[in-house]
């Protein structure tokens, strides 16, 4: 099999809707690859897809292609629905491989592929034009047709491919959205298919606006948009004027409206503010929603679902937005609360509350002193200066906000300077941390020995002195670790170093409070304490000694961790900071990565009853068969003959009872291994690269 890539340039195209309000912002560039099947028609993968500057690689795609495959499969018939990742799932195929249950109907006066298998199919497929034009069109549900655009094919050696398609904008589910491509040609001018087929996108980003990629989607808007105020803002009133953009189709709105985000998602009465053909709501005003008036500090949500009596699928459902009404109290510290290393000339600021005119600043190094402090100097900007600050000390600050009418007092934020004891692992916060988690810190320029503090109630920690049962004793200069011993699952501990030093009056120094909070699953392995440490440091703990892979052994092509450092992947994880590649070349047979428990090995603890592994491939790999083996000889393969290729990170859940059935006690389990290719019967194979994180044991769901 050969794979020769295509490059396809889209040109910026301006589209005219009914309406008139679609806009467009260019897809600039797309990359497919083409795969010819010897015997068999050639299928289409997509590489990457660039809109708006943001580029969607081969790694981020899900495609509905098997590669290889004499004929492609469809990808599901779901509605198109913005997801948490950054999503294009595309199916490419000639028309002569649609499914035995897809027949051509009359709809609107188009020919038009349909699954005679769905009372309400989602997607229709059209197939239109002949061989020196093509055409893209969209039909919505109901019937409306959607954006068609017409290319000869004397452009598409300057030009490119046109992609065009209907449905609703921001954010929200696309219903009926279908795409299709009757010619399909390379920057040559090669015709690639008589017919080809592309279906099924899903799009979103995490950090990228969602109407900067809807907005180059043409065809009828159907729900609401364009919120004002904008969705997420601060509003500075205790009175709203809502206002929307309707839907295309709308001949009226049902209004939700309430401080609980349930209430306005769910639809529930308490939040229906009525059905109504204004595109506008007052609030907090007598006679109208929060007729007290909006009150400071408080979030709001509201959504607008579009109605229209005379379309089945009316009403529209549309995003819930948000709006919230600043604090009277002072806000947004900076530096933040809890912060570490901060600057001995640090100048605090902060975001004045709700009508504030005046601002009392309080500081100094004793908290019951800076809570209990009246009579300050009023102040007319929202910043402080406290003058140079000593080094490796923690500091307490407050702001009282004055209105005119009243004084708000406002809580009591802190900071360590530089210097101080810091660094702490786990991370202040940090959740999911594993039961058997050894902590550390970084010493403080004054320490000679620390005093550490540890346990489940936070006050207590932050009170405790020697003579408590919180004090777990003094560690010396040079041996900042503890272990707390197993600790228990989905619960919070709190800890606090204080740094000594019997030479100076001022020791001991008295540390924040951190914490952290365990998972509620047992860790096998999460792949984070590794190290780029060569030996003989003791401290030494690269992946590659503790997964031992088939270095120097011939019948074992896997490979562990990069040559070089960072030798655990640093950049495509799935949680935490790491996860480990592993590289396999099954010319040899097969590939294998084993690791010998210390903990958990009794894999029936707390009731556990599934092991569950994240794992990403490419879909460059060679197809092998991606499996999991306990104690060298119990071995469970991943459904999908496949996996190695998939290029998005996927969750494998394994019931241990496959282990148990196979002979494996699993009160004492040894070895856990995760190769590629058969292991009880080996045969050469490809090669490939595989990403493993977060191997993990659960309890049974609830």
Partial sequence: MCRKSIYLILFVLTIVTTSGQAEVTPVTSVVITRVDNPGGAPNFWLESITVGGYTVTVDELVTGLSEGAATAQPAPYNDITVADNFDLNLFAGRADEVPPTWQIKELGGRPVWTDTNRDNPDFFLFETGGNQDFSIEAILPGGIIGQSVNVPQSTFGDTGLVITTSGPHNGQTIEGVAFAVTDLLDQNGNNLTNSSIIEGIQISSPGLDPSGFYASVGGPVLVASNPDPADGVLYADTWVNLSWSPGDFAISHDVYFSDNFDDVNDGAESAFQGNQTATFLVAGFPGFPVPDGLVPGMTYYWRIDEVNDTEPNSPWK?????????????????????????????????????????????????????????????????????????????????????????????????????GAVGIPN???????????????????????????????????????????????????LGAESYDPGKLQLDTTYYWRIDEA????????????????????????????????????????????????DGYEIPTNGALVGNDLPPYAEQTIVHSGNQSMPLFYDNSVGYSEATLTLTYPRDWTEKGVNRLTIWFRGNSDNAAETLYVALNGSAVVNHDNPDAAQTGRWTEWSIPLRAFADQGVNLANVNTIAIGLGNKKNPIAGGSGTIYIDDIRLYRPVP
């Fill in 318 to 418: 549309g995003p819930v937005w948000s709006f919230m009404i600043p604090p009277k109290t002072a806000y947004a510290p900076d530096p933040v609360d809890g912060a570490e290393s901060v600057d001995l000339n640090i100048k605090l600021s902060w975001t004045a509350g709700f009508g504030a005119k005046l601002h009392y600043a309080y500081f100094g190094d004793n908290f019951d002193d800076v809570n209990n402090a009246t009579g300050g100097l009023p102040l007319g900007d929202a910043t402080f200066d406290p003058g140079p600050l000593d080094l490796a000390k923690t500091y307490y600050w407050r702001v009282d906000e004055f209105d005119i009418v009243e004084t708000h007092k406002g809580e009591i934020w802190s900071f360590t300077t530089e």
């Fill in 426 to 476: 786990p991370a202040n916060g940090a959740v999911d941390v594993k039961q058997t988690q050894i902590i550390t810190w970084s010493p403080s320029v004054f320490a000679a020995s620390h005093q550490l503090y540890f346990g489940t109630d936070k006050d207590a920690v932050k009170n405790a002195d020697t003579g408590s049962p919180e004090y777990k004793g003094t560690r010396d």
């Fill in 501 to 548: 030093n019997n030479t100076n009056p001022d020791s001991p120094w008295k540390g924040n409070v951190w914490s952290f909070t365990t998972a509620n699953f047992l860790v096998v392995d999460d792949f984070e304490s590794y190290n780029d440490i060569d030996p003989p440091d003791p401290e030494s703990n690269r992946i590659f000694e503790a997964w031992l």
